[in-house]
């Protein structure tokens, strides 16, 4: 499975905020994730780095 | 494995742009892509889209 786990960063600290995120999309100023599991959610942040071997998605608040 | 392809949408299509990417990072106006096999990039574009289960990340030219 190639699904991975999304992190905020804020105030220098990672967050885990999804499991199993399969699909992402900026949307304006928001980003759009999507798990596995058809969870959703919409978070104002951007995107920091994504690294699919370590299986992590980084996200930081604007 | 669970790099993806990254396709680049330019006047309405698709062209693959590089093959087996597994680290992706926004940088200011330009998004840097490395593969599996160490190859980089850095191109002028913002992500329009990811797709992890379809192994797919499309880009766009600003």
Known sequence: MCESKAYLVKD???E??????DFLKPQGEE?????????????KARLLEMDLTGHRIVLETP
Chains 1, 2 share one sequence.
């Open 16 to 21: 885990l905020i999804m499991e199993s995120v």
């Open 12 to 14: 220098g600290v990672e």
């Open 31 to 43: 980003i759009l994730l999507r798990s596995i599991f058809g969870e959703q959610t919409t978070i």
